[in-house]
Every structure is written in structure tokens, then in C-alpha cells.
């Protein structure tokens, strides 16, 4: 076979070639090999320069928030905590308020038992007191009635009797039967 009929065959089988020719498939397999290995390379930049940073980004994110799940948890437990010692110490407060009430009431009751006892004391007192004075008011006057009584009964009897009995005499007698009258008077009244 000659040149021509070379060439002849070659552009006869050129003109031939079809989408699934061999040198048709050769030139997909170049340009899927490039494809490949230009999504490859692409991925790996993407995978530096893209991913790593999201990815950083994202578990920095996460880690804030299970930071922030983390102390939310501990300030609801602290809550919880400080809501049970409020109820305590309140439920303390109420216990020594009613114990101070009922502390009060004994003491109140204590002071109106000891000021009662103290007014019928002074009562008493001023009582025993009064019926004192009034015993020697008596007395005084019962002596001041004697003495008039011996003084007018020695007066009328010096007059009656006259010179007979002496006035000392008339004086004891005197005294004498008011000391008994008046003693039997007293008596009657006390």
C-alpha cells in the first residue's frame, strides 16, 4: 500500500470516526483522567483551605455551647440548691418566730401574774395600813374621850359628893370604870 492509499485510509477512517471510536474513547479517557484528578486536586484546597476552617469554627461552636449546656446545668443545680436553703432557712425563721411568740405570751403572762400579785400586795398593804391608822385613830380619840369623860365625870361628882372624896380619888375611880366601859365598847365595835 502506498502513501496515498495510506493517507487515503486515514482520512477515510477520520471521516469514519464515531463517538465511540478508539481514539474517540482515548481522548474521554485523557479528559476524565484530567477531570479526576483536577476534582482531586480541587477537594484537597477545598479540604485546607475551606473545611478545616468550617470545621474549626463548627467545634469551637459546639464546644461553646456544651460549655454553656454545661453551666446552665450548674446554675439550675445552683438555683436548686439556694431554693432548698431559702426554704429551710424560712421554714427556720417561722419555727423561731413561733418559739419568740410563744416566749412572749409565757413572759407577758408571767409579768400580768407578777404585776396582779404585786397590785394585791400593795392592796393588802394599803389595806393593813389604813386599818392600822384607823386603830389608832380610834385609839387616839377613844383615849382623848376618856380623858374628857374622867375630866366631866370628876367635875359632876365633885359637885354632887362635894368635899367628901378628895379629887385624886374621884380621878382614879373614874379612869377606872372608863378604862372597863370603854374596853367593852371597843370590843362590841372590833
Do not use: C, W
Amino acid at each position: 500500500m502506498t502513501y496515498l492509499n495510506a493517507m487515503y485510509l486515514a482520512v477515510a477512517l477520520e471521516e469514519e470516526s464515531s463517538l465511540f471510536s478508539a481514539d474517540q474513547l482515548g481522548g474521554y479517557a485523557v479528559t476524565a483522567l484530567f477531570t479526576v484528578i483536577n476534582v482531586f486536586i480541587t477537594y484537597l484546597i477545598i479540604k485546607k483551605l475551606l473545611f478545616k476552617p468550617i470545621l474549626g469554627i463548627m467545634k469551637n461552636r459546639q464546644d461553646q455551647i456544651n460549655n454553656s449546656l454545661e453551666e446552665a446545668q450548674k446554675a439550675a443545680e445552683e438555683a436548686k440548691k439556694h431554693e432548698e436553703e431559702s426554704k429551710k432557712a424560712i421554714d427556720d425563721a417561722r419555727i423561731e418566730a413561733s418559739e419568740i411568740l410563744e416566749t412572749s405570751r409565757e413572759n407577758a403572762e408571767t409579768q400580768a401574774e407578777i404585776i396582779k400579785e404585786k397590785a394585791n400586795d400593795d392592796a393588802s398593804d394599803i389595806i393593813s395600813r389604813a386599818e392600822n391608822d384607823s386603830k389608832r385613830i380610834k385609839k387616839v380619840a377613844l383615849e382623848e374621850m376618856k380623858d374628857q369623860i374622867s375630866d366631866l365625870a370628876v367635875e359632876i361628882a365633885g359637885k354632887v359628893i362635894g368635899d367628901v372624896v378628895s379629887e385624886s380619888k374621884l380621878k382614879q375611880i373614874s379612869d377606872k370604870y372608863t378604862d372597863e366601859v370603854l374596853e367593852n365598847e371597843v370590843n362590841k365595835i372590833g
